[in-house]
């Protein structure tokens, strides 16, 4: 790093928190994709005036910043593609509080998302959104990234669960929006424009969340299935039925054979598909709400279906579920994971045409995810080192992303633009709205130096 911008960071950060160390600089270059690059330095966040500081200088000496929370990302966001400083917020890990009466949380961005459930859940309340990777995320993470999970279904995802901010912007200045009300409609929803926004117009210092009551119990049902399209079409029947699952998620055979080739839970290898459906509430209605989707499930061709009632049952259900995002990796050296969407009537022809694909171009594509939302996630398996299955696997990409957006879907759910997604922002978004949100980030960035090349595409604003 230049010695006059080392020496300014070094003093807006404070020397114990600033690093150029190479095994920093390292362990710092990546997310969960496989892409990566070295950043100059890396600063531990100690605080919201340091952060306010950090940030001044940065944009005073036009040094790029990267927000990075657990890094486990699988969009590239936190990937430092233009070098400069990563900004390190897991440190920034206490909660504030639970506070039972106004039924909120207040947390620093560090927190991982798990400890946010169980201290929740310690007075009795409930934080639902729940991505697989609750136990080593955080919610500043989710909340830059608008994270979904398991139970978006019922609960909807972490937007709807954010009801106030602070923040950092570029130039140092530090704001709040919203707060503790459920409702709120004071000015524009500068709360709402932060979620999701990926790190690229504000650095979180500090949340406000909504808590719910805890349900009473739960319960699981799961089914396999011998063809792909009547598990598509058993989501669509759970979805019309009238009960509202928290969760309903899908794998289809390739991650079977994967899962059962890594965990060996003994599925059959005939399975094409295997559903799994939670609901929860007061005992008496989720006992015979389990017991409605068991029957839905078989009429719809579902085979070996279970009913989990107790929470240790309902793990071995869900063992399957938990192991599949390991387990594909096993498949193939490298991987594309996409997190597309559609509208739910078009889940069937979607689930087609990917595997229609995945069989065009000789690739395995196994297929899972959070069908009671539309959202897949297409995980198109390659070898990099063979440049004609490298050409192909993104060739399938493409093709995916253009039977999705046919379909009236949209390129990413839950994991963010970050840098994969990047190059098909423009076929994505109406041609105004993108202009909008370039003018927004010129308005909260105006030298571009918050987590630069990420999110929406616009070389006029980049350093
Ligand atoms: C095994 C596995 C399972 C997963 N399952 C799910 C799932 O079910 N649902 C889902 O939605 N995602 C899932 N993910 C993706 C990932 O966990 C989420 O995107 C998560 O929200 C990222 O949180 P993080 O703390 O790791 O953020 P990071 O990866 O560190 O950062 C993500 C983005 O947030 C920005 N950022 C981080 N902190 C701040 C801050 N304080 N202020 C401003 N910007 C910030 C970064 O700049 C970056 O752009 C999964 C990932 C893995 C590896």
């Given amino acids: 790093m230049d010695p006059a911008a080392r020496q300014a960071l070094q003093a807006a950060a404070g020397a114990e928190n600033f690093s150029e160390a190479s095994t920093d600089r390292l362990l710092y270059a990546y997310d969960a994709t496989t892409s990566w690059h070295r950043p100059e330095a890396v600063i531990r966040a100690a605080g919201t005036s340091q952060i306010s500081a950090v940030l001044a200088a940065c944009t005073a000496l036009r040094v790029p910043l990267v927000p990075r929370g657990a890094g486990s990302g699988l969009s590239g966001g936190a990937v430092p593609m233009a070098g400069g400083v990563v900004l390190d917020m897991s440190g920034l890990n206490r909660i504030i509080k639970i506070d039972p009466a106004d039924q909120v949380a207040v947390v620093q961005p560090g927190v991982v998302t798990a400890r946010l459930q169980e201290a929740a859940a310690a007075q009795g309340l409930f934080y639902p959104p729940d991505p697989a990777s609750v136990g080593f995320c955080t919610v500043g993470g989710n909340v830059a990234e608008n994270a979904g999970g398991l139970r978006a279904v019922k609960y909807g995802v972490t937007r709807d669960y954010v009801l106030g901010l602070s923040a950092a912007l570029a130039d140092g200045r530090v704001f709040t929006t919203g ?26 210092t500090e949340l406000t969340m909504r808590l719910l009551p805890q349900p009473e119990a739960k319960a699981t049902v799961s089914a396999l299935f011998l063809d792909l399209g009547q598990a598509a079409r058993a989501v669509q029947a759970v979805l019309a039925s009238g009960i ?7 794998m289809d055979g390739a991650c079977l054979k994967a899962v059962e080739s890594y965990v060996g839970l003994g599925l059959p290898p005939q ?16 006992r015979r709400q389990a017991q409605d989707l068991a029957r839905i499930l078989r009429d719809r061709g579902g085979q070996q279906v279970q009913v989990a009632l107790e929470p240790a049952e309902a793990e071995a259900l869900w063992r399957a579920r938990r ?55 297409v995980n ?23 039977v999705v957006l046919s379909l009236g879907g949209t390129l990413s759910g839950e994991h963010g633009v970050g840098l994969a997604k990047l190059g098909y922002v423009g ?27 990420k999110a929406i595409p616009g070389p006029d604003i980049l350093p």
Wanted: charged residues 20%; negative net charge; contains cysteine.
């Fill in 323 to 377: 192991a599949v995002g390991p387990a594909v990796r096993t498949i193939a050296p490298s991987i594309l994971n996409e997190d597309v969407v559609v509208p739910l009537g078009r889940l069937v022809t979607l689930m087609a045409a990917v595997h229609r694909i995945g069989a065009e171009h000789g690739l395995p594509i196994p297929t899972f995810g959070h069908a009671g939302d539309g959202n897949l996630h």
């Fill in 380 to 402: 198109v398996m390659y070898d990099p080192s063979d440049p004609a299955q490298s050409q192909a696997a993104h060739r399938a990409v493409s093709e995916v992303f253009a």
């Fill in 244 to 250: 509202i699952p928290t969760a309903c998620e899908f």
């Fill in 271 to 286: 399975a094409e598909a295997m559903l799994i459906v939670d609901v929860d509430g007061p005992p008496e209605v989720v």
């Fill in 179 to 204: 707060g503790a009300n459920f409702k709120d409609v004071v000015g524009y929803d500068l709360t709402r424009l932060l979620v999701g926004s990926e790190g690229t117009l504000a650095v979180i």
């Fill in 427 to 453: 076929a994505r978004l109406d041609p105004v709205a993108l202009e909008l949100m370039r003018g927004l980030k010129r308005l909260f960035d105006p030298a571009g130096i918050l987590n630069p090349h």
